[in-house]
Structures are given as structure tokens and as C-alpha cells.
């Protein structure tokens, strides 16, 4: 077998809010030989703004996705040397003594902690948005000192999940960026911060090892876990969208990704830190060794799937209300819906609702609401997308990725508002396909290989179909709306509106 690890397969597991995905990567082909997924939900009967999973329930996803991938014709178990782990971002796990999980976590959307996160930023003297963790772990303190008296170890969701594989606790920069209490400049955790949250919170944190280094390898239980032999290597892993930029390619300046999921987000690499004064763009570190300029507003997929549930007894799928948007004018006949169904982040409105503004006569029709839905979702993140530019970040074009890329009409409304040509990846599924990349970059580099993440994940990344490229006219029509979506939000969600 080839010491570096290039005949060899690698697992790469994406530990999401709403499902675990799972891909096989044979790195001799460069083909993704093996897919997996579990779906799951929110823990139901929770209070409003409340998002909370048990971590076993990842646990349990990453069991079944891993049998999955290894009942494939293809997967051969004795050819496996890598698995790199993809999770959702911000996540608060916390441990007792023995490891054991406290409380169900709280998500990245879950918007109870917003008092904590206000207190935060006006102390910290900058933005910390009610989703990162370090209003969770604040919230829990003050809301549940019981639990907290327990606690022993903080950590995010995928860094759960290596635990659960190697025995060993750890953190990298990229999804530590996403905490609020950690440096993305100096790479480090803020000691500020981490005090003015918890004075115990410091000893409860893990290392922050470097990209590229292992997070360990493969423990007893967690070879038992993923039904593989023990002492394979664990890369680092990292928060979904990290993952996501070594899966699509945006490792070297000048790639812009956008993801429409359950969020939607839009990211490019920076060999320098962007930080933006206001807090709106994330000033995260990449898992690389650059840095990943991110927004992330909290609607997207979901505000798609709230019209199609209001026809669900119509029994109307998404393919056939996308037919019927089509059909539907660019700009809804004045129609505007701000889908901030789940609050918002960009802007930050954590308590903000969805608003459905230009009601007239015939235009609660599917075709005109789903259209809505998906012009009022792209128009949210392009004005955000509008911040990332003033920044210094480039946009040129566009690669789309997430659940959200494969509706075609989608795309087009996308491309018409950024006015930059959209491409689909090939592979649907960025940030599983980067974990299983970001592993075989660590094997390469155990081996001894001086050898950048771009080099070699760049070979994997497949773009589908020709690119879709904006229409003057529609453009112009969606310029026109943008000032009014703006304004729309400041009049209605500003604290004199």
C-alpha cells in the first residue's frame, strides 16, 4: 500500500442540524464511490427560539452512516486511512468528569441566549451574534447553575464526535472561530473573553491543534463505532462551512461558494484576516491555515419548505412549485417577503419574524408565494454578500452548493441578483467531501509530504453543467428591490419601528 495514502479510501461524515451525510472517497480514482445518510429533527416541546439535540444522536447517525458506507460493493474496510469529521457550527456540548453529556445541546439556532449575547458584545466591545457559543454557555451558567456545576469540558459538535472516535479532546481554529471567545487574528482563544464568561471556562477548553494535524486515531470504541480497525487516522475536522470550503475549492483566493441549506452561507478564502467592524461577516479562520470571511443568514431551505407545506394537501412537490414560480414574474408583481422565519443574524434581528409586504389580489397564488420565498431568501443573502464586497472580498463568480443548488430556478435568481455567473459543483455534498479531503491531506502530510490543502483537494473539485449567467433585465429589476427589501426591514424591525 502506498505510504502516502494515495491508493487508499477515506470516510468524511457531515454531522448537520437536520441529517448526518456520509461519503466514500477512493483517492486513487477520485471517485466517491459510497454515500450514506440518516436523517433527524429538534428535540420537540421546547420554548420559542429553543434548538436542542442530544449529541447520541449524532453518535447513533455516524453509526449507521458508517455501516452504510461500508456495505458498498466498492468500500473496502482494509483499504481505509482516513476519516475526517464535518460538523455544524456553534454548537454547545458540555461534558461531565467522565465525558458524559450534561444537557441535549444547544444548536446555532436556537435564539433563547440573545440577552446573553447583547451583554456580550457590549462588553467585549464587539459583535457576538445570539447564535455562537459563547452565549450558550453563558445562558446555561445563569439558567441552570446546577447543570453547569458539572461541567468539565466545553466543546463544539464535530469535536464531539472526535472524541467519540479517538478518546482524545481537541479544537482547531476554524470551528473555534465560531465560539465568540476565540482570537481568529492571533489563532488563539481570547483569555478576555473566556474570563468574562466563565473563570473556569479556560480549564474546561481543549488544545487548538493545527490544520492538517491529526485529531488522533481510531480508539477502541471508535473503531467499534465505525466498524473499522483502530489506529486509522482522524483528521482534525471542522465546522461545516470550513469543510465545505476545502469541498468546493474555495482554498485560494479569488472562489466565492454560497450554500443554500438549512442556513444559507456564502464564504471565500483570505490569506489575510477580514474583520468587519459591525460584526455582520464572521471573521473566521479557515482549516487550512488561512482565513474564511463568512456570512451566514439563519433562513434559506426552510423558508422553501414552509410554502410548500402550506399546499402540502394540494400535494404539491417542490419540483412543481418551482414550475409555477417560473411562470411567476421577476419582482412577484411587487410581492416581498423578509424570511426571517427563525429571527436573523445578517442583519441581526434574532427576534424578528417573517413579513409577507405587496398583497394584492391574485398574488397569494403557489406560483407568486413560492417565487417570493426564494427571490425574498436570495435578496436577504445578497445584501450580505454586498457587506463581503465593501470588505475587499472579490466576486467574480459564484459556486453553489447545498441542498438549495439543485433548484434550477434557484440558481438563475441568484445569478440575476449577485449579476456574477453561478456554477454547480458535481458533488452535492461539499463539506462531507471535504472532511474525507482534509483527510487524505493529513495522511499525505504524515507521510512526510510538504503539500498545501489546495493542492491537493483542488484535483477532486468537478463543476456541473454550464454556468448560469445573469439577465440584464431581471438584474435590473432586483437591483431596484434590494433598496427596498432594506428599508422594509429597517422600518419594520428597528428598535424605533
Not at 36 to 64: F, K
Not at 312 to 320: A, I, P, R, V
Not at 330 to 350: A, H, K, M, T, Y
Not at 447 to 459: H, K, L, Q, R
Amino acid at each position: 500500500m502506498d505510504p502516502g495514502g494515495r491508493d487508499g479510501l477515506y470516510l468524511g461524515f457531515d454531522v448537520g442540524t437536520q441529517a448526518t451525510k456520509g461519503l466514500a472517497l477512493d483517492a486513487a480514482s477520485g471517485r466517491v464511490v459510497a454515500r450514506g445518510g440518516q436523517s433527524y429533527g429538534l428535540i420537540p416541546g421546547l420554548p420559542p427560539g429553543a434548538a436542542e439535540q442530544d449529541p447520541q444522536t449524532w453518535v447513533q447517525a455516524v453509526r449507521e452512516v458508517a455501516a452504510e458506507l461500508l456495505a458498498t460493493p466498492e468500500v473496502d474496510r482494509a483499504r481505509v486511512r482516513g476519516v475526517g469529521v464535518s460538523g455544524q457550527q456553534h454548537g454547545l456540548v458540555i461534558l461531565d468528569a467522565e465525558g458524559e453529556s450534561v444537557r441535549p445541546a444547544k444548536l446555532w439556532c436556537d435564539t433563547t441566549t440573545a440577552q446573553e449575547a447583547e451583554e456580550l458584545s457590549q462588553e467585549l466591545g464587539r459583535a457576538v451574534p445570539a447564535g455562537f457559543t459563547a452565549s450558550k454557555i453563558l445562558w446555561v451558567r445563569r439558567h441552570e447553575p446546577g447543570l453547569w456545576g458539572r461541567v468539565r469540558s466545553v466543546l463544539l459538535p464535530h469535536d464531539y464526535i472526535n472524541f467519540r472516535l479517538t478518546g482524545r479532546m481537541t479544537m482547531e481554529p476554524g470551528d473555534a472561530s465560531g465560539t465568540g471567545f476565540f482570537d481568529p487574528v492571533a489563532r488563539a482563544f481570547d483569555p478576555g473573553a473566556v474570563e468574562r464568561i466563565d473563570p473556569r471556562l479556560g480549564e474546561m477548553l481543549p488544545p487548538v491543534i493545527a490544520p492538517g494535524t491529526p485529531a488522533g486515531v481510531l480508539s477502541a470504541e471508535g473503531a467499534a463505532l465505525l466498524g473499522l480497525s483502530e489506529g486509522i487516522i482522524v483528521a482534525a475536522g471542522g465546522g461545516d462551512n470550513m469543510m465545505s470550503a476545502i469541498g468546493s475549492g474555495a482554498t485560494s483566493p479569488g472562489v466565492v461558494v454560497v450554500s443554500l441549506g438549512t442556513s444559507g452561507t456564502a464564504f471565500a478564502y483570505s490569506d489575510r484576516p477580514v474583520v468587519d467592524p459591525e460584526g455582520l461577516i464572521a471573521p473566521f479562520c479557515d482549516s487550512t491555515g488561512g482565513w474564511l470571511p463568512l456570512l451566514c443568514v439563519m433562513n434559506m431551505t426552510g423558508v422553501a419548505e414552509e410554502v410548500r407545506a402550506t399546499f402540502e394537501e394540494q400535494e404539491e412537490s417542490l419540483e412543481s412549485l418551482t414550475d409555477a414560480a417560473a411562470a411567476a414574474p421577476p419582482g412577484c408583481d411587487g410581492l416581498l417577503l423578509l424570511p426571517f422565519l427563525q429571527g436573523e443574524r445578517v442583519p441581526n434581528l434574532p427576534s424578528a419574524t417573517g413579513v409577507l409586504a405587496g398583497i394584492r389580489p391574485g398574488l397569494l397564488r403557489k406560483g407568486h408565494l413560492f417565487r417570493a420565498a426564494l427571490e425574498g431568501t436570495s435578496l436577504s443573502l445578497g445584501l450580505g454578500i454586498e457587506r463581503m464586497k465593501r470588505l475587499g472580498i472579490s466576486v467574480e463568480s459564484v459556486r453553489l452548493v447545498g441542498g438549495g443548488s439543485r433548484n434550477p430556478l434557484w440558481g438563475q435568481i441568484l445569478a440575476d441578483i449577485l449579476e456574477v455567473p453561478v456554477v454547480r459543483l458535481a458533488e452535492p455534498e461539499s463539506a462531507a467531501l471535504g472532511a474525507a479531503l482534509q483527510a487524505l491531506w493529513t495522511v499525505r502530510r504524515e507521510a512526510g509530504e510538504d503539500v498545501t490543502a489546495n493542492a491537493v483537494a483542488a484535483p477532486f473539485i468537478q463543476m456541473e453543467g454550464e454556468a448560469i449567467c445573469p439577465d440584464a433585465t431581471r438584474s435590473a429589476i432586483y437591483r431596484d428591490a434590494r433598496p427596498r427589501f432594506r428599508e422594509l426591514t429597517e422600518r419594520i424591525f428597528s428598535p424605533q419601528g
